[in-house]
């Protein structure tokens, strides 16, 4: 390669550069816009087979957690979950589990029972709730309901989405001491 | 080198890299295990784990997580025996007591293969199927099949 090629090479260089770093931010740029916004509304069935609407809690503070059974994140934060809404559903708050894509008996005997969770866990069979909620930009080469794993969201009275924890945690918030937070100053 | 391929290069190489982050595993290299007939042998295949990724181990140690697991289909007179692991690391999510085991970085699993003595010499095709679920230190993602072809060369 001669001498005269350098300056040209070096700019493409950069140029790629930029474009590589440009991709890798694209997601935290796209989460900012999903707070604030009107929350998806989703009808499924919990592992009693009670049918549950996102409407039935409108007027109260929801909180979701997008979870499968072989999730360490989900597994390490259902029994905090579990905790929240023993503690806060006296203040009008409500917590789901969306279980994605797995059979009812798994998530009954290794989720509900493994954890004792009180509140209602909903079997989303198809992924489709959970690719409902995922912003369209992150993660592109990702199944949509891919993306959603092991985020939490907070959903006002009103029905907007006031938190949501999608690849943003530089660490992740297992004893959910942000959302508790927020509550905290919503309540 | 030829300068448009150098150009194609730097054009494409850092937006490409950026997304093949996920890609949790990827082979290090072709695998191609070389036999003679009548022989036994414990044949590699090494693994790359995409950085800042981990996959479960064998026995990841929980119950309910899902464990790496690696198949190869058969080939008429040449046996594969059972695959044999490599240590794993350990991985504790913060802020929580459960340590679970996993595979990081690189991992090289032994396959033992045996040639029959009367298979004709020559070259097999097989197929290799890694299963396994990979998590970063935020998030976890679909279990995944990484499937590739398996070169058997008999001499």
Known sequence: MTVKLFLPLSLLFLLAFSFSVKAQNNSTKKFSTMKDTEAPSFSLEDITGKKINSSDYRGKYLVIHFATTWCPFCNAEAPNLEQLYKDYKAKGVEVLIIDVKEDKKLVSDLLVNKFKLSFPVLLDTEGKVAASFAPDDVLPDLARDEVMLASNLLIDPEGKIIFFSLLDSKNFDAKLVELKRLLDERL | ?155
């Not at chain 2, 044949?43 to 309910?64: C, L, Q, V, Y």
């Not at chain 2, 299963?131 to 499937?147: H, I, W």
């Open chain 2, 1 to 155: 080198m030829n300068v448009f391929k150098a150009i194609l290069f730097l054009l494409f190489y850092f937006p490409l890299n950026s997304y093949n982050q996920l890609a949790h595993v990827k082979l290090a290299e072709t695998p191609v295990i070389n036999l003679k007939r009548g022989e036994q042998i414990i044949a590699t295949i090494k693994f790359e784990i995409a950085r800042e990724f981990h996959i479960m181990s064998d026995n990841p140690g929980i119950e309910n997580f899902l464990p790496t697991t690696f198949k190869i289909e058969p080939v008429k007179e040449i046996e594969f025996g059972k695959i044999i692991f490599p240590a794993s690391s350990t991985f504790k999510i913060k802020g929580t007591e459960e340590i679970f085991n996993v595979f990081d970085s690189t991992i090289i699993i032994k396959i033992p293969v045996s040639a029959g003595k009367k298979v004709v010499k020559g070259k097999y095709e097989s197929k290799g199927n890694l299963f396994y679920q990979a998590c970063d230190n935020r998030k976890c993602y679909f279990p995944k099949e990484f499937k590739f072809p398996v070169t058997i060369i008999v001499k």
